[in-house]
């Protein structure tokens, strides 16, 4: 009885690993052209945020509510570097890492910059 459920408990783990074998990537090489798309999707993006940063009423909100709005507002541009992804045929699990470490980042980013926008202002600083 209990060599059938090993038994059975081992072919559940192999067709476990077999699934995600199919989604795993095999190293390949991206073309210096996808590269450059998207390098210049991620350049976007950024300019995006920026651009809408700088808005002058997202001076008046609170930055949290603020960063929540701005990443939104720029969210379609991430599809644009994961369709570069895709017609460079690279599994959907390997981009929605990478988009996700980039929206992670620009969005701390983005936080920190309203947060220190926001003190200054509370301080009275000039220029804010």
Known sequence: ???RLIVALMMITGFACAE?????WNETTLKDETIQKIQQAQYTYK???VDTMQKPEFAKMES??????IIKSCEP???EIRKVYTD???PGVVADRH???MRIQVTRNLLQELM???????AGMPGN
Do not use: F, G, I
């Open 1 to 3: 009885m209990k060599y």
């Open 77 to 79: 541009t991430l599809a």
């Open 99 to 101: 988009l996700k470490k």
């Open 116 to 122: 220190y926008a926001e003190a200054a202002k509370k």
């Open 20 to 24: 995600d074998a199919k989604e795993e």
């Open 64 to 69: 949290r509510n603020a960063t929540d709005v």
């Open 88 to 90: 460079a045929e690279v």
């Open 47 to 49: 300019k995006c945020v």
